[in-house]
């Protein structure tokens, strides 16, 4: 049933009784006809499944499932009703150990062919507990021309347009409604549903993300380990008549909620990193715990999104970097310095560098709060401070930690990494691919001890990798 004669694939046509072969990058899953790579979305390894393209490039093609022939044995059943709609979650679909083991396949994978090592000393890849509401912080647009369904579009009935809910996948435009969301404890789909419910009875204009018409923009909530709750409300004015109206009634339906933050955006994209958060009332930030330290969240203040799984990733730096009394600690990329925080008390000092002023001031206020008086948090971009001078002033690092972001690190902090005397690098890192090539590039001076992987998103495709470099 595989043997297909040599043809031209083209976008719209359908393919019948493919095997899909394995998993592949994005969510997606790979399979091969007449040496053409396709990938498909919502399958598993195993699937044999009738498929439509719905792209061709140079190299490969895309295609959607149509009709499953048979499914794989790699299968669940996805729990939640937006799943195929919505862009999150994509992986409900595989069961988690299958989702497990072929992120510890991407590592391995990335670590051999670009990393160039061989016989990597892995640990088995630590899994989450918590597969459901396991974020701490969504972010949702309101939308007044929401994404329907093609049943709804099928039913020709009327339909109320107005939603909150999250961007469809690279469609700034388009956004899809959320009923009902696993991804933060249950609360968050009741506050959503509660603003929602507000601006519906009080005619407050949602925003119409074309012709940037509108009021009401963007809602985030977020929550902490502590049990506490902030919501903050983005609007394209100050109109405070509607901005009372929302807050005071989540504030009155949600005792757990307190702190109440508005930001007023009137620019065309939605990003708010570089606008004031009004405090409207209650506390002005969050407590997060983490054993016997606290952090505090302001509405603009970045924390790991999984709290209980960025518990375990320090804790792996923390014991993967036999640090000493005596050691002198840079912690670069440290963003609000959470984990020099946590390491500190096993080291003489840590140096943190970031470029985000507010995040530098947070991983400050963080060390002042918890009584922690030998870590110094320096702002600029790590490429062009990490350099001599700073270690003159600072001291050398017995021992580096890094948590670049997803492009990885600057070739000049990598030479600079292999200038320092350093025994020791702990890289933690979003994306495996650029942290193989970083391996590759500090193979001269390091080489490569462990490998930790850990999920911190289960049910998508995205991997955290913790790998410990020690000087040759
Ligand atoms: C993956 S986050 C690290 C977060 C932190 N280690 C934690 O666990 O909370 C990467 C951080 O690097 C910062 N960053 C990115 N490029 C930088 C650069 N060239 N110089 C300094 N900081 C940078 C970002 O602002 C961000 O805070």
């Not at 040496?35 to 792209?55: M, N, Y």
């Not at 992120?103 to 989450?128: M, S, W, Y």
């Not at 997060?288 to 969240?297: G, K, Y």
């Amino acid at each position: 049933m595989f043997n297909f004669a040599l043809r031209m694939i083209r976008k719209g046509d359908i393919l019948e009784e493919i095997l899909v072969e394995d998993f592949a990058a994005e969510s997606r899953c790979i399979a091969r006809v007449d040496g053409q790579v396709i990938f498909i979305e919502q399958t598993a390894p195993g699937d044999i499944v009738d498929i439509r393209i719905t792209r061709k490039k140079k190299s490969f093609l895309e295609a959607r499932p149509l009709y499953f022939h048979t499914f794989s044995d790699k299968r669940q059943t996805p729990f939640c009703s937006h799943y195929g709609i919505c862009g999150g979650c994509k992986w409900q679909h595989v069961q988690y150990a299958d989702q497990l083991e072929f992120k510890q396949q991407q590592v391995r994978d990335q670590l051999e062919r670009i990393g160039h090592q061989e016989d990597i000393p892995f640990d088995p890849i630590c899994g989450a507990p918590h597969q459901i509401a396991y974020r701490n912080k969504l972010e949702f647009t309101f939308t007044d021309q929401r994404w329907l369904t093609e049943e709804e579009i099928k039913s020709g009935e009327i339909l109320e347009r107005k939603g909150l809910g999250f961007h469809k996948p690279g469609m700034f435009d388009k956004v899809l409604d959320i009923e009902n969301c696993y991804l933060q404890p249950d609360l968050s789909n009741k506050i959503r549903l509660k603003v929602k419910e507000i601006a519906l009875k009080e005619h407050i204009p949602f925003y119409d993300l074309r012709s940037h018409e509108g009021f009401l923009r963007n809602l985030i909530i977020r929550n902490s380990n502590a049990g506490e709750w902030m919501v903050v409300l983005q609007v394209k004015s100050g109109q405070l008549k509607w901005i009372e109206k929302i807050l005071k009634g989540i504030a009155k339906a949600f005792p757990e909620v307190s702190s109440l933050y508005y930001i007023v955006n009137p620019k065309k994209n939605e990003s708010y990193y570089d606008l004031e958060a009004v405090h409207y009332a209650g506390k002005s930030y969050l407590t997060e715990r983490m054993e016997n330290l606290e952090f505090h969240i302001g509405p603009k203040s970045f924390f790991q999104t999984n709290s209980s799984q960025a518990h375990v990733l320090y804790s792996f730096v923390r014991d993967l970097g036999g640090f000493r009394k005596t050691d002198t600690v840079y912690d670069l990329y440290t963003g609000t310095g959470t984990i020099a925080n946590f390491i500190a008390g096993k080291v003489k000092k840590v140096v943190g560098l970031e470029y985000v002023m507010e995040a530098v001031e947070d991983a400050t206020l963080n060390s002042t709060i918890n009584g922690i008086d030998n870590t110094i948090f320096l702002e600029g971009d790590i490429a062009k401070t990490f350099n001599e001078d700073l270690m003159n002033t600072q001291g050398n690092p017995d021992v580096i930690i890094t948590d670049p972001p997803r492009a990885g690190m600057h070739k000049d902090v990598i030479q600079a990494i292999l200038k320092t005397p350093a025994r020791r690098i702990v890289y933690v890192s979003c994306n495996p691919a650029t942290q193989a090539r970083d391996i590759d590039l500090l193979s001269e001076g390091f080489r490569l001890i462990r490998s930790q992987a850990v999920d911190m998103f289960p049910h998508t495709h995205h991997i955290e990798n913790i790998v410990l470099l020690d000087k040759i």
